[in-house]
């Protein structure tokens, strides 16, 4: 959820349930959400492992989610998890510009941007997502230059449920 930022693009007929890993971060979506009149149920929960049980939600969305865990893809798995089968998960991130000068520089710097902001800039999502059983690209839209931020439309696959456990 971190900030509440996106809450002002979700409809007013949609039940949202939010989690963050930080606990500084829900404070101010906790703050916004009532001034746009929406009702946001948020828990501080790891993005990995989230304490929901599987196929509880009609669709999810995730923010520069996959550039924080340390593990994409058993992010990306508990997504796919939780939605219904044939649900839309969306994905929007900053990815690693695959360019041949540009992709190996962001590999060189990622450690210092990781120690001073604590996010990857070179994150391979696009094949994070291919590689996480349960979601199917439907679309991908880039939204800057050099597709260094994707939004990424997949669906939850109703013939892969990923092997997790559920709560």
């Known amino acids: 959820m971190g900030t509440g930022k996106n809450v002002s693009h979700y409809p007013d007929h949609v039940r949202v349930t939010a989690v963050d890993l930080s606990a500084r971060m829900p404070n101010r979506a906790r703050q916004r959400a009532p ?3 929406l009702a946001v ?15 509880t ?20 798995r508990e997504l796919s998890r939780m939605v219904k089968p044939g649900g839309e998960v969306l994905l929007l991130e900053h ?18 941007i ?7 800039i070179n ?10 059983s349960g979601l199917q690209i439907e679309w991908i839209e880039d939204l800057a230059p050099g597709s260094l ?11 892969q449920v990923p092997d ?4």
């Open 35 to 37: 001034q746009l009149g």
């Open 41 to 55: 149920d948020l828990s501080l929960m790891d993005a990995q492992i989230l304490a929901f049980a599987n196929h």
């Open 57 to 76: 939600f009609d669709s999810a969305v995730a923010t520069f989610v996959s550039c924080s865990v340390p593990d994409p893809l058993a992010g990306l």
């Open 95 to 112: 990815v690693r510009v695959d360019k041949p000068m540009i992709g190996p520089a962001m590999d060189i710097v990622d450690p210092l």
């Open 114 to 120: 990781v120690r001073l902001m604590g996010a990857h």
């Open 123 to 132: 994150r391979r999502t696009l094949q994070n997502v291919r590689r996480a």
């Open 149 to 159: 931020v994707r939004l990424f439309a997949t669906q939850a696959r109703p013939d």
């Open 164 to 167: 997790t456990p559920s709560f």
